[in-house]
């Protein structure tokens, strides 16, 4: 199985701020990777495909980046809104696995 | 819009079967994939398997082999999963969703809790 490991677990950041969410894989796993924020209470909602496809309707703050092993997701200005937690998720393999999250909450 | 609904909560003894429904709308049915997946809280989310709402074609999650069965109707847009043999560590909340590598619209989840 692909192992996805997410730093940091915690972040704690003020609105305004820029953030950079880290996620790497087990193995080399090319541009396969997908990220999705998951709100209180609420389904994921994905934010990025392919590790840097925009997704239509998310707000343009949010970009991906990386390839092989290492992703990043950028938050540019956290907004209020935006204080939750974060999942990369992998479709290279034909097991897809989600790495275990990073919780964004406010400073 | 794209719209799923999931079915309501369900408490479910030990041991017994539960079917889980989303219904769906918005979208071509019959030329998506749905899939569901299962989330608990620490260990993250996991995939269970997709459906294929053409043709019923399925791919699992080797590890839910025999504890899950998708099924579709494709008269009503709705996508099924049944879970047999409940135990404790299928307490959950269950995600249905569209796609079968990344996926774009969910559910809004259905908590099952298993208990005697």
């Known amino acids: 199985n692909i192992v996805l490991t997410q730093s940091p677990a915690t972040l704690s950041v003020t609105p305004g701020e820029s953030v950079s969410l880290s996620c790497r894989a087990s193995?080399?796993?090319?541009?396969?990777i997908h990220w999705y924020q998951q709100k209180s209470n609420e389904s994921p909602r994905l934010l990025i495909k392919?590790?840097?496809q925009s997704i239509s309707g998310i707000p343009s703050r949010f970009s991906g980046s990386g390839s092989g092993t290492d992703f990043t997701l950028s938050i540019n200005r956290v907004e209020s809104e935006d204080f939750s937690i974060y999942y990369c998720?992998?479709?290279?393999?034909?097991?897809?696995?989600f790495g275990s999250g990073t919780k964004l909450e406010i400073k | 819009q794209v719209k799923l609904l999931q079915s309501g909560a369900e408490l479910v003894k030990p041991g017994a079967s539960v079917k889980l429904s989303c219904k769906t709308s918005?979208?071509?049915?019959?030329?998506?994939?749905m899939t569901w997946l299962k989330q608990v809280p620490g260990p993250s989310i996991e995939w269970i398997g997709w459906i294929y709402g053409g043709d019923g074609a399925s791919n699992y999650n080797q590890k839910f082999k025999g504890k899950a069965t998708l099924t579709v109707d494709r008269s009503s847009s709705t996508a099924y999963m049944d879970l047999s043999s409940l135990t404790s560590e299928d307490a959950a909340v269950y995600f249905c969703?569209?796609?079968?590598?990344?996926?774009?619209?969910w559910g809004q989840g259905v908590m099952v809790t298993v208990s005697s």
């Open positions: 969703a569209t796609g079968y590598n990344y996926f774009d619209y």
């Open positions: 392919y590790a840097s």
């Open positions: 998720q992998q479709s290279y393999s034909s097991l897809y696995t």
């Open positions: 918005g979208f071509t049915f019959s030329t998506s994939y």
């Open positions: 193995q080399s796993i090319s541009t396969s």
